[in-house]
């Protein structure tokens, strides 16, 4: 009888040994990820804004220069304030193009037809797609010599456009590229948003005589509030960190007209263009960096709160 009770007694402290609770294994699954924010997050934004206090190059040891780096953005570095200008500039052209579409393409898609299905992945193709692949299938059409746009544009008797010769031409190109490349996930969202609206509501307006379009400005639009808050948070922290396309297509150029605020940041980081000299200038990036890091927060948190009334449905 002992012998029973002292093996109960251990299978029992066994079991507890080795019995993982529900919080300790949603922790568990969890620390990966707590990981690699903490590395590939935390510790570079600690990194840089530790280093905007200091003049250096990556080799050399680094010099305690206090504010002189966030004197030379605010009072002597025009071309980054003119970064900033042209960023703001295809973000908000870029918004304003890319959501009425994509909501558009939404409405249109949500019908409940087979065809609809096929158009859906179509539309969703560009989002998966190297933005490298995009940057050379736009650089490709819109060729000054023999790109397809200037062929169209000299079959039907115009001129040819040098669209990479001149500042707003490229920006207009950029524009497209990025609406073409976004406007997959966008539309995807906002087909979310409309299956969730409830279809007695539009049985209720249909049955006291309401228009299609009555019903999409006083049904869909208001119910779609929510979801509308937060894709054009992200179309606009998106267009505001737009980067890579702007390298493929233009690389700043001309004369660096089109240079956008995080490819400027990234050419003083890793010193690839004239723009930093031979010599990276990683202190001074980094203060740019911080410097635009505050302006996106305060753009964010001005259209959360012009927004807010959003979220009452």
Not at 66 to 94: C, E, Q, Y
Not at 109 to 136: D, E, Q, V
Not at 227 to 253: C, F, P, R, W, Y
Not at 284 to 292: D, F, I, K, L, R
């Amino acid at each position: 009888m002992k012998v029973t009770i002292a093996t109960a007694r251990n299978r029992k402290f066994s079991g507890k040994r080795f019995h993982i609770s529900d919080s300790g294994m949603a922790y568990l699954m969890i620390t990966p990820m707590l990981i690699g924010f903490l590395v590939f997050t935390i510790y570079p934004i600690i990194y840089v804004i530790q280093y905007s206090w200091f003049d250096y190059d990556g080799f050399t040891e680094a010099k305690f220069i206090g504010l002189d780096n966030f004197v030379r953005v605010f009072t002597r570095d025009k071309p980054f304030w003119t970064s900033i200008m042209n960023t703001l500039i295809i973000a908000f052209s870029k918004t304003s193009i890319e959501l009425p579409l994509a909501l558009l393409l939404a409405v249109l898609l949500n019908a409940k037809r087979k065809i609809n299905n096929a158009f859906r992945t179509f539309l969703f193709l560009p989002t998966i797609i190297s933005t490298a692949i995009i940057g050379l299938i736009f650089s490709i059409l819109f060729n000054s010599y023999n790109g397809i746009i200037n062929q169209i544009l000299l079959s039907m008797g115009l001129d040819s456009i040098n669209w990479f010769g001149h500042k707003w031409t490229s920006m207009i190109v950029i524009v497209i590229s990025a609406v073409w490349s976004h406007l997959g996930i966008n539309m995807i969202l906002f087909l979310m948003g409309l299956q969730s609206i409830p279809k007695e509501l539009y049985e209720c307006a249909q049955i006291d005589g309401a228009n299609s379009v009555q019903k999409f400005f006083k049904i869909t639009i208001p119910m779609l509030g929510p979801v509308l808050q937060t894709i054009l948070m992200l179309a606009i922290v998106e267009g505001l960190k737009l980067s890579d396309l702007v390298l493929v297509l233009t690389n700043g150029q001309p004369a660096g007209s089109t240079e956008v605020v995080m490819t400027y940041i990234y050419k003083y980081f890793f010193s690839t263009d004239s723009l930093s000299g031979s010599i990276a200038q990683y202190g001074y990036a980094s203060s740019m960096a911080v410097v635009t890091a505050g302006i996106i927060g305060i753009i964010t948190v001005l259209y959360l709160r012009l927004s807010r009334k959003l979220k009452n449905v």
